[in-house]
């Protein structure tokens, strides 16, 4: 026992000595202590929702390719692929700083290119902050995409994708969102509520699609001499809806991460997504088959993706009660969106301008039309000049570039190409070489005897000279 005591006391001893080399807790350490685990939280959850945004691209291209034909499904893959490879070097380089620089204006930003606000040794959340920024502009310029497909030079594709991840993203989200950074841009300092981008990065990608099908001009086929829409059907419309599933999740980065804080308030954004999805999608459904007579699943699918749009403005000061009125009515305008569009003959094959473009505007109307604190006529002024400089600054400076492209490099390519599609023609590729596709005219789809497409390669091959 006397032994063992000995020990004991010893041990003791030692106890006491490491412990008087150390300081004793006090509020101050403590509230250092906690700063810091919830700073490497922030930092942990911007990153986590970086990650979920970038997968969207996977969802949009899969979106793209389904609603598509069979024949163009590498070029769609190639032009996402591109989004986001080439967006984000010259985001990195130029759109980065634009869109947070220091502002003295309010209109651009003019420090931080090519990242020049980082240090080595220096605070790490520049690093954080602009992945999670990239992964924003990567998914305006790729709405593009969809709209735009199956008639577009790849070359002429690339260039604009450049100029709005360069310039016409970052410029717009200047004015809204500046001051997350080192910049104050002009309309967010009029108090314009934009929490997640329905207008600052969905309204941006809508109405540069709107320019680039207008000058474009419409898919061979699409519209009869008589004005009638000839439905070009996509060739997987289960990779289309699982496109779509993808889109969801990644949403749940989109518009909680948003936050770049790991913090309570993430939950009613994370709620708010959801139930606006499901009653976009509802909606949608029931539009359709009331109108069609079936439910029919294309509408179906862009109602999900335009309640998603629609609440992205206000995930944060909207309750769950009128996020589900936002995606209800996101659903029922989407139906008729693409069928006003299809009137006018601005062929748009996955609905790209309906969804985000119209949606998106509408969504940051209802930000300030649902406000959690009250509504006022300032509030939807506000609101109201937010979506009309978007438009005002996207459409023209996206239908001026393309314009250009269009009588220098060319942005359309051939009939013959087009006819052909551009896996073979662009790429030399084949989605599918294992198989044969074959497309029925009679049945609704183009490519087969019957239809306008066969006809016009028909004819075209028969005012070809035969070789030996």
Not at 409 to 431: Q, W, Y
Request: charged residues 10%; neutral net charge.
């Amino acid at each position: 026992m006397k032994k063992f005591g000995l020990i004991m006391t010893c041990l003791l001893c030692s106890l006491s000595v490491v412990w008087a080399g150390e300081d004793a807790p006090t509020i101050i350490s403590n509230k250092n202590a906690i700063d810091l685990v919830q700073s490497n939280a922030d930092f942990v959850w911007t990153l986590v929702a970086a990650a979920l945004v970038f997968f969207m691209q996977a969802g949009f291209a899969m979106v793209e390719a389904g609603f598509t034909r069979a024949k163009n499904a590498v070029n769609i893959m190639m032009k996402n692929l591109m989004d986001f490879s080439m967006g984000s070097i010259v985001y990195w380089a130029v759109g980065f700083g634009l869109m947070f620089g220091v502002s003295k204006t309010g209109f651009f930003g003019t420090t931080g290119f090519f990242l020049s606000d980082f240090k080595v040794g220096g605070d790490p959340w520049i690093l954080a902050f602009w992945m999670f920024q990239v992964v924003f502009a990567a998914t305006a310029a790729t709405i593009v995409s969809g709209a735009m497909a199956e008639r577009t030079k790849f070359s002429g594709y690339l260039l604009y994708s450049v100029f709005i991840s360069g310039l016409i993203y970052p410029i717009f989200g200047s004015w809204a969102w500046g001051g997350l950074f080192n910049g104050g841009g002009w309309l967010e300092n009029l108090g314009f509520i934009d929490f997640a981008g329905s207008t600052v990065v969905h309204s941006v990608g809508g109405w540069a699609a709107l320019a680039g099908a207008m000058v474009l001009g419409p898919r061979l086929g699409k519209y009869n001499r008589d004005g009638k829409v000839t439905p070009i059907l996509g060739h997987n419309i289960p990779l289309a809806a699982i496109g779509v599933f993808i889109l969801w999740l990644g949403w749940f980065g989109f518009n909680p991460g948003s936050t770049t804080a790991a913090s309570k308030d993430i939950a009613m954004i994370f709620v708010n997504t959801n139930l606006a999805a499901a009653a976009g999608s509802i909606m949608a459904m029931m539009v359709s088959w009331i109108k069609f007579g079936k439910p029919e699943v294309g509408m179906s699918l862009n109602g999900a993706l335009a309640g998603l749009v629609g609440i992205t403005a206000g995930c944060a000061n909207v309750t769950p009660s009128s996020s589900i009125m936002i995606g209800a009515i996101a659903g029922v305008i989407v139906v008729f969106s693409v069928l006003f569009f299809d009137k006018i003959k601005i062929d748009d094959p996955v609905g790209a301008i309906s969804v985000h473009g119209v949606c998106g505007a509408w969504g940051t109307l209802a930000a300030g039309i649902f406000n959690i604190g009250g509504t006022t006529l300032g509030i939807l002024g506000v609101q109201l000049i937010g979506i009309v400089s978007c438009f005002a600054w996207t459409f023209s400076m996206a239908f001026m570039f393309f314009k250009l492209i269009d009588v220098t490099m060319g942005l359309r390519v051939s009939k013959e190409e087009e006819l052909e599609g551009l896996d073979a023609t662009e790429h030399g590729g084949n989605a599918y070489p294992d198989f044969t596709t074959i497309n029925h005219g009679t049945l609704g789809a183009l490519g087969g005897p019957g239809s306008a497409e066969y006809k016009l390669a028909h004819s075209f091959s028969e005012s070809q000279p035969s070789q030996a």
